[in-house]
């Protein structure tokens, strides 16, 4: 099995949402917490957290024994800085890939990225990207030949237009369910109501 670390990017400073969105309840614990327990539960031990707004108060609530932190200070320059930071602690430790996922999406489940990992490793010189809404994204996994691609990345667009420019290399990976990002406090009512 290739070597590959789950990246959860969870450094925005949830201006829409108005609170911090990575500490709201979810499901016993948190939205970020549930997004590191699928993470840990996945074929893939090796788990990062990408952190920036509200760093000190989101750590004293992370499981870090089993979650390895790292601090991006340029978070308010974009979701792609967070992408860039993660990589760059990352080829420190020599992954063959990086599962990229983001802390607001509380339907991702690890047997979802289980199947991601598998599609991956059938097909290791391919982008394993999800598809939802006709739309790719993240959840998605990079070999380690992106990375110096995924280093480049500007703005608050992440990996997207990255995505969109390399769709003849990319095997989508189709969703058990809509993977909605919670970003406003409608989103966050909507869900409690599942």
Known sequence: MKKTAILILAAGSSSRMGTIKQLLPYKNTTLLEW???????????????VLGANREIIEKHISKK????????????GLSTSIVNGIKYLQTKE???????????PHLTFEYLNSLIKIS?????????SNYQDKIGVPAIFSEKYFSELLSLKGDKG???FLQNHRDIIIE??????????DTPDDYQHLLKQ
């Open 159 to 161: 990996a997207k237009a």
């Open 66 to 77: 089993t979650t390895e932190l790292i601090y991006n200070p340029d978070y308010q320059e």
């Open 121 to 129: 490793e059938e097909n290791p010189s391919k982008i394993i990207a």
């Open 95 to 105: 992954f063959e890939s990086v599962l990229i996922m983001l802390a607001d999406q």
């Open 173 to 182: 990976a189709n969703t058990p369910q809509n993977l909605i990002d919670i």
């Open 35 to 49: 997004a590191i327990e699928q993470a840990q539960k996945s074929n893939t031990k090796n788990v990062f957290c």
